[in-house]
């Protein structure tokens, strides 16, 4: 009997260790800024200041988050989400990103907006191991797992869109003479940069280059010089007003070039109509992202559940703003990686989880354009579409480009 | 009725304010001191690092402050100088490797000559001319950072990134706190330099100018040396400020000078009080925390709350924090006699 009573004890303990130890396996882990009940989300948007046109991805990603608080959280977990105003000026960057992570005990800053904040801030944030999630620049420096393990950016680079183009260019129209315009900053000269590095051995055939700054009234005069060149390639490296103001221009000195648009100023509602639709035919671009303005995605599933969200969450935001789209897939990438984090919710598995996305397609992506990313490869949007404008609408034409930096 | 009558009998632009109400009493100063060296020991390393912006924008706010409050002369372009400052900083410490505590008086002295330089032209304009002419300075400073000729060393539009310096001696402290204290001591030896300046015979000189040149210049004082030193002599605080700036910020871009900075610094000028020298830490406040207070009120509308606190601020005391010290002692004197 006392064999049997010690055989029994035996078995008790080692089910109580078995059960011990598989609840540490399943074992809840936090970190700062997570909790039973909340994650805490970070960011900095321009809400006035220059730049302030973009404060309506803080918005979007607010109204984003509302709803998924409204439909249950995420795995049982309630998003808080804290965004504050940087006037795009990097100082109060830094001074609202400390607030952040120190006052507010962020889990991780999301979707920084612009270049010069996000470069005063990566070092900071990768010093205290705080992941700088899909900041909202396409600068390419935002690539660099191995020097910046918690810095990852989420839109197509700058310099790999210049190389779809490219790659079109040396197919379509390689003995082209190409003259390009750009803005005078960081998302201008990397432009610049990529289409070099993309046209390769042929970047000869960039036979005039003009720079503008935001701060010129007008840049009829750049344009003039470039038509001066006798470039019949031209590339309008712009942001929406000046590449308005370079569409009505070509037209109006009858100068018919190769005309291809940077795909920050694709947009229907905010470039291309106010330019006048009769000077637009034939423009080119690349995207990634269904425009709201565009009546053949009226039908999409995932434009629907876009406009579904907009009406009941965010009614002010307007369906032509390419900003209000790209809040939404922003967001829906981040919650994306929160679920694949389950209940292990610490900085180092935000990240390894945002470096393991695997074909995922927020709604408002182009068809057949996935997010992929890699521990190796921090770069979560690499594919465009060539498109080409016609009546009122853009047609997309061609195969998704993979403007993939490597190859 | 002359020219010279003219301008005699004309109210002076800024208020004269007599020497001896430029300064606080050693009471209230030895307080100020104290709770400026013991509040960063309870307080986390975020706020220490605003109160770090805190004492930069206020010494920046008190280079502006000797320039109008001390020699009457107005100026919307010290953003600029801020940014010469900051960038000198910044470049021979990721360029050159200088030690950091280096690079300030560097900063500084380059700062007082680009000031003292651009003051001689600026003599020939006075009150909103030269406001005008400065403000010419600040629009242009961002543009000239950007120009592919300098690239090679601020880095082009992409800016420079600075390290920011550890305790020395093993000290055990923060970098963030280590960075206060250092700052905090360069901000006191500039205050009291100032503070002495201004009761100096060129401090003097400054004063008899900005209440009346044609008497200043009757009495000997050479005006047009004066101005400019005065130019010079903010502008060499504005540029230690920048590349402390620099140092807290960790970036140097262009975006960060433009001239917002220099409305802000004026701004904290008026509400810290014309010529009330600890008034510039008041003022500095203001800027750093007041849109912190207007966003938290409404997001969309921080402009216009600030905007309206900025009213209300000027409507109520139109001789900013000042006229409330003024008040505060009257009061206390009355609970005195009592």
């Known amino acids: 009997m006392m064999l049997s009573k010690k055989i029994r004890i035996a078995a008790l303990a080692t089910a109580v260790m078995a059960f011990t130890s598989g609840g540490a396996l399943a074992q809840k882990k936090y970190d700062t800024g997570a909790s039973d009940t909340e994650i805490r989300i970070g960011n900095i948007m321009p809400y006035s200041g220059p730049a302030s046109a973009y404060g309506v991805i803080g918005k979007t990603e607010e109204a984003y988050f509302n709803k998924i608080n409204a439909e249950g959280g995420i795995n049982g977990r309630k998003i808080k989400f804290i965004t504050y105003d940087d006037s795009y000026s990097p100082p109060k960057a830094v001074e609202q990103v400390r607030k952040l992570v120190e006052s507010d005990e962020v889990l991780v800053v999301f979707n920084p907006l612009g270049t010069p904040s996000n470069t005063a801030i990566q070092k900071y944030l990768n010093a205290k191991k705080i992941p700088q999630l899909f900041v909202a620049t396409g600068a390419t420096k935002w690539n660099d797992p191995k020097d910046f393990p918690w810095t990852m950016g989420w839109q197509p680079s700058y310099q790999s869109e210049a190389h779809i183009y490219a790659k079109y260019l040396l197919k379509e129209k390689p003995e082209g003479k190409v003259a390009v315009l750009f803005q005078n900053d960081d998302f201008g000269k990397d432009y610049l940069k990529g289409l070099r590095e993309g046209l390769g051995a042929k970047s000869s055939m960039i036979i005039a280059e003009e720079s503008y700054e935001t701060s010129e009234p007008s840049i009829d005069g750049h344009i003039v010089k470039l038509k001066a060149s006798g470039a019949d390639v031209f590339i309008s490296v712009t942001t929406p007003k000046f590449a308005a103001q370079a569409i009505k221009k070509l037209a109006e000195i009858d100068w018919h070039p190769l005309h291809i648009v940077s795909n920050v100023s694709a947009s229907v509602g905010g470039v291309i109509k106010p330019a006048g639709f009769e000077n637009a035919q034939g423009i080119l671009s690349a995207a990634y992202a269904k425009d709201g303005a565009d009546p053949q995605w009226d039908h999409d599933p995932g434009m629907k559940a876009f406009f579904a969200f907009l009406a009941q969450y965010y009614p002010d935001g307007n369906k032509l703003d390419a900003s209000v789209v790209y809040g939404y897939g922003a967001a829906q990438t981040l919650v994306q990686v929160l679920k694949q984090c389950g209940d292990d919710l610490t900085r180092e598995n935000v990240m390894k989880q945002a470096a393991s996305l695997k074909d995922f397609e927020p709604d408002t992506l182009l068809p057949g354009i996935k997010i992929n990313t890699r521990p190796a490869d921090f770069a979560p949007i690499e594919q465009l579409r060539m498109m080409r404008f016609k009546g009122e609408k853009w047609d997309l034409f061609g195969d998704i480009i993979n403007g993939d930096l490597s190859n | ?338």
Not at chain 2, 10 to 39: C, D, H, N, Q
Not at chain 2, 81 to 88: E, L, M, R, V
Not at chain 2, 281 to 296: D, L, W
Request: a positive charge.
């Open chain 2, 1 to 338: 009725m002359s020219a010279a009558e003219e301008v005699v009998t004309e109210a002076p632009a800024v208020e004269a304010v007599p020497k001896r109400a430029m300064t606080l009493g050693y009471g209230t100063s030895l307080v100020v001191l104290g709770l400026l060296i013991a509040v960063p020991l309870f307080a986390k390393n975020f706020i220490i690092f605003q109160m770090t912006m805190l004492l930069i924008y206020g010494l920046a706010v008190l280079a502006l402050n000797i320039l109008t409050g001390g020699s009457g002369q107005f100026s919307l372009g010290q953003s600029a100088f801020y940014a010469i400052g900051a960038y000198t900083s910044a470049i021979l410490m990721e360029q050159y490797n200088v030690n950091y505590a280096l690079t300030l008086p560097i900063a500084g002295v380059i700062c007082f000559a680009a000031g003292f330089l651009f003051g001689q032209p600026a003599l020939r304009l006075s009150g909103v001319y030269l406001a005008l002419a400065t403000f010419a300075l600040a629009t242009a400073m961002p543009q000239l950072l950007k120009l592919g000729f300098f690239e090679k060393w601020t880095g082009g539009v992409q800016g420079l990134v600075v390290t920011k310096p550890d305790a020395p001696f093993g000290l055990p402290m923060s970098q963030d706190m280590w960075l206060y204290y250092f700052t905090l001591v360069i901000t006191i030896a500039i205050y009291i330099f100032s503070v002495n300046l201004l009761k100096s015979r060129s401090g003097r000189a400054f004063m008899a100018i900005r209440d009346n040149e044609i008497a200043a210049s009757a009495m000997g004082i050479d005006v047009a040396l004066y101005k400019t030193l005065a130019f010079g002599v903010s502008a060499g605080i504005t540029g230690v400020a920048g590349g402390l700036g620099a140092i807290a910020v960790q970036f140097v871009a262009p975006d960060s000078y433009t001239i917002t900075l220099a409305i802000s610094l004026f701004l904290g000028m008026v509400v810290g009080g014309v010529g009330w020298l600890p008034g510039s830490i008041v003022g500095s406040a203001f800027i750093i925390f007041v849109p912190n207070i207007a966003e938290g009120i409404s997001k969309g509308l921080s402009g216009a709350v600030f905007g309206v606190l900025l009213f209300l601020v000027i409507f109520l005391v139109p001789h900013g924090a000042r006229q409330v010290a003024i008040i505060g002692q009257q009061l206390a004197a009355k609970l005195k006699k009592r």
